[in-house]
């Protein structure tokens, strides 16, 4: 079945640092991916997708290439701020087109950014 | 900006006893979706609704749960006898159109405590 794995967390950072957080996915076909984000008190909002091989998303200083070769979907930004801090989740949608197209998620990385 | 809304915030039952979960979907939206986590685990798939009836559910969703759409609005989960290990947070979603590549709208979720 489909998986998606993503890096150990939380990861706690200073301000206008460099952010990585990895994801790695399982599946059969060729499905969409996709970053949430999911501030304090607030529902899983998306963040950026991609829907084939080597699409790149981006939203809000955010990317994310989909790299079919290694199964991976790293969401990368150049200069994190405090408000970025929250929960990000990486998921997968297979590549059906049915009305179910359930998500997949990883387990989340919480992410802190210090001023 | 049209939201998906879910009540309770939080729930508190007893084992045993049923309790109904219920999300607004947002107006236009077709699909419909309930997922939960379980306090530091992922966000797991339940299931998906369309065209009043179950398109897809996953191997937690058994005969204890059930889905509705009772009125053309509201959106339902109900956990016929709750046990232990169904306190989670239970996030609704929905979609307006078919195809992996069109968002899901979560709501904030409700967070189920059985005790």
């Known amino acids: 079945g489909n998986s998606v794995t993503q890096m150990e967390g939380p990861v706690t950072l200073s301000e206008e640092a460099f952010l990585t957080i990895n994801c790695t996915y399982t599946?059969?076909?060729?499905?969409?991916l996709f970053w949430y984000v999911q501030y304090p008190g607030e529902g899983l909002q998306l963040l950026l997708k991609?829907?084939?091989?080597?699409d790149k998303g981006s939203n809000k200083g955010f990317e994310a290439t989909y790299r079919k070769e290694t199964t991976s979907f790293h969401l990368e930004k150049g200069s994190v701020q405090v408000s970025d801090s929250a929960v990000y989740f990486c998921?997968?949608?297979?590549?059906?087109?049915?009305?179910?197209?359930?998500?997949?998620f990883g387990e989340g990385t919480q992410l802190t950014v210090n001023p | 900006e049209p939201e998906v809304t879910q009540t309770p915030s939080h729930q508190v039952t007893q084992m045993g006893q049923e309790v109904i979960l219920r999300c607004v979907p947002i107006?236009?939206?077709?699909?419909f979706y309930w997922y939960r986590q379980i306090l530091g685990q992922k966000v797991e798939f339940l299931v998906s609704?369309?065209?009043?009836?179950?398109?897809?559910k996953s191997e937690i969703f058994d005969d204890q749960f059930s889905v509705e759409r009772p009125d053309g609005s509201n959106f339902t989960l109900k956990i016929r006898s709750t046990k232990l290990e169904d306190s989670a947070m239970y996030f609704c979603a929905s979609r307006q159109l078919a195809g992996v590549t069109n968002e899901q709208f979560f709501g904030p979720g409700t967070r189920l405590t059985v005790l």
């Open positions: 991609a829907t084939k091989a080597d």
């Open positions: 107006s236009n939206h077709l699909y």
């Open positions: 609704f369309y065209n009043n009836e179950i398109s897809e």
């Open positions: 998921a997968l949608s297979d590549s059906k087109e049915t009305s179910g197209s359930r998500l997949t």
């Open positions: 599946a059969t076909g060729y499905p969409s």
